[in-house]
């Protein structure tokens, strides 16, 4: 049975979910603003994220919210984090790969999770101490061993892009292991997909509490381990509101290889 706070994630969650879906057939007509340097957010980003803060506000007025685009409102100990649209840039495509993430944190730490893919009504769930569900399922990270064979997911973010170089002499080492990398545009989804078993590791630089708050909890509870680069335990955010800079999730295993071989490439140091 879904814990009360998961109850009312899931109801937020579809209801963005149904304003993505609404508005996904006219998209040349949406107002898009550039917030940084290929960094796109559109009138739908906003409106999805308003109906959600209007069901939190309504259930736990005394709880903080942190969103995408409205920014930090108010102070708790406990604060809704949200991206009401993961994969914004596939969603102004046209590419049909976007979701809404929703974390309740407690002192800067994931306590419960939704993470919603309204084209696929794929529901990703879980709760800190409770596992991780998708569509009511129990599910648990892959059991792979190794890097060998393993399908990696990573990402180019437009803010990391000086380390480009860095990043892509890595893939060129993690190719001779890996089956394949994918980047699929959504980094939610992809931590997501990782601790389902649909992919075996993820990583990814510059990311926000938002992108990832709800991922890294699940993750941990279908039995994974989530770092930063160089091997650190990281969380969504502390209790400054400051982002984690990279993430390395998957199995104990293959995240461990990940993590080092993100270390040996050189590239783990290309963010000192």
């Known amino acids: 049975m879904q814990k009360p706070a998961v109850t009312l994630m899931v109801k937020a969650a579809r209801a963005a979910g149904n304003i993505l879906l609404r508005h996904m057939h006219r998209l040349d007509a949406l107002n898009v603003v550039e917030k940084d340097r290929m960094d796109y957010a559109s009138e739908v980003d906003r409106l ?48 049909p790969h976007f979701c809404v993430s929703i974390a309740l944190c407690e002192n800067g730490e994931p306590t419960h999770g939704v993470i919603f893919d309204p084209l696929r009504n794929d529901l990703f769930t879980a709760s800190r101490g409770s596992g991780m569900q998708l569509n009511e399922k129990r599910v648990r990270i892959a059991d792979r061993k190794d890097l060998h064979g393993a399908m990696l997911i990573t990402g180019f ?40 078993g649909r992919a075996d590791a993820y990583f990814e630089a510059g990311l926000k509490p938002w992108d990832v708050a709800a991922g890294v909890l699940m993750v941990r509870e279908a039995g994974g381990k989530v770092t930063d680069f160089k091997g650190r335990a990281t969380g969504p ?36």
């Open 48 to 95: 999805a994220e308003a109906e959600i803060i209007k069901e939190f506000r309504r259930a736990t007025p005394d709880y903080a919210i942190l969103g995408e685009e409205h920014g930090p409102l108010g102070q708790s100990r406990n604060t809704w984090v949200i991206d009401p649209l993961d994969g914004t840039s596939n969603y102004l495509h046209g590419i």
């Open 157 to 196: 973010p437009p803010r990391e892009r000086a380390r480009a170089s860095a990043h892509l002499k890595c893939l060129d080492n993690l190719l001779l292991d890996a089956e394949d990398v994918r980047r699929t545009g959504s980094a939610a989804l992809d931590l997501a997909y990782v601790a389902c």
């Open 237 to 272: 955010m502390d209790n400054r509101g400051l982002p984690p800079r990279q993430i390395v999730a998957g199995n104990l295993r293959v995240a461990e290889a990940l993590q080092q071989r993100i270390v040996n490439t050189g590239y783990a140091a290309a963010f000192d």
